[in-house]
């Protein structure tokens, strides 16, 4: 008997903007078969964007399902052909206003190749807006890691992905200092 599931070619059964599901036929050990379904969701990038202060640019964003402005963190597709870093700073430019000299890579989603996930510390922050995506409404608030760290632990930064990051760079600098976040100090 084999001690491992087989998976079979994945079947798209719905394409999205964002999202795409896919059906994938498996042999189980014993030889069964049973149907998996898989949600796919296009590349992303996130930016923690770090002033001269480091102080770290939340955004306000408004959403549609919630019906008002949520705490968020600048984010967007990797597409266009471009590379994550790429995306990132473009998302920078287009959702806080500010061009990065340096992007670092912080943190990417460890084997999951349904929703590749990309996130950057940026600092030597210059201004520079580019235009949004069509009915954006989004502000960027500068604040202390500590005061981020504590919205995204109280659940005011609703999505769990993006509070999972506030808190995961807060933890690095506590542990380890800022240069072990940034690369090199401020």
């Given at each position: 008997?084999?001690?491992?599931?087989?998976?079979?070619?994945?079947?798209?059964?719905?394409?999205?903007?964002?999202?795409?599901?896919?059906?994938?036929?498996?042999?189980?050990?014993?030889?069964?078969?049973?149907?998996?379904e898989f949600l796919h969701r296009v590349p992303t990038a996130v930016v923690l964007p770090f002033d001269a202060k480091r102080r770290l640019m939340v955004t306000k964003e408004y959403k549609?399902?919630?019906?008002?402005?949520?705490?968020?963190?600048?984010v967007g597709k990797v597409e266009g052909g471009r590379t994550p870093m790429q995306a990132a700073q473009l998302e920078l430019q287009q959702e806080a206003g500010y061009k990065a000299k340096?992007?670092?890579?912080?943190?990417?989603?460890?084997?999951?190749?349904?929703?590749?996930?990309?996130?950057?510390?940026?600092?030597?922050?210059?201004?520079?807006?580019?235009?949004?995506?069509?009915?954006?409404?989004?502000?960027?608030?500068?604040?202390?890691?500590?005061?981020?760290?504590?919205?995204?632990?109280?659940?005011?930064?609703?999505?769990?992905?993006?509070?999972?990051?506030?808190?995961?760079?807060?933890?690095?600098?506590?542990?380890?200092?800022?240069?072990?976040?940034?690369?090199?100090?401020?």
């Amino acid at each position: 008997m084999r001690k491992h599931t087989t998976l079979g070619k994945h079947r798209f059964v719905f394409k999205g903007i964002i999202y795409n599901i896919s059906h994938s036929t498996a042999t189980l050990p014993d030889g069964r078969k049973k149907t998996f379904e898989f949600l796919h969701r296009v590349p992303t990038a996130v930016v923690l964007p770090f002033d001269a202060k480091r102080r770290l640019m939340v955004t306000k964003e408004y959403k549609e399902l919630a019906k008002r402005k949520i705490w968020h963190l600048v984010v967007g597709k990797v597409e266009g052909g471009r590379t994550p870093m790429q995306a990132a700073q473009l998302e920078l430019q287009q959702e806080a206003g500010y061009k990065a000299k340096k992007l670092k890579l912080f943190y990417r989603s460890p084997m999951h190749k349904h929703w590749p996930l990309y996130a950057f510390v940026a600092t030597g922050l210059t201004p520079s807006k580019l235009p949004g995506d069509p009915g954006e409404d989004i502000t960027t608030v500068p604040m202390t890691l500590a005061k981020a760290e504590r919205l995204a632990l109280t659940n005011k930064i609703a999505d769990p992905v993006l509070a999972f990051l506030v808190a995961r760079a807060a933890y690095l600098v506590r542990t380890k200092g800022w240069k072990a976040l940034l690369g090199r100090p401020l």
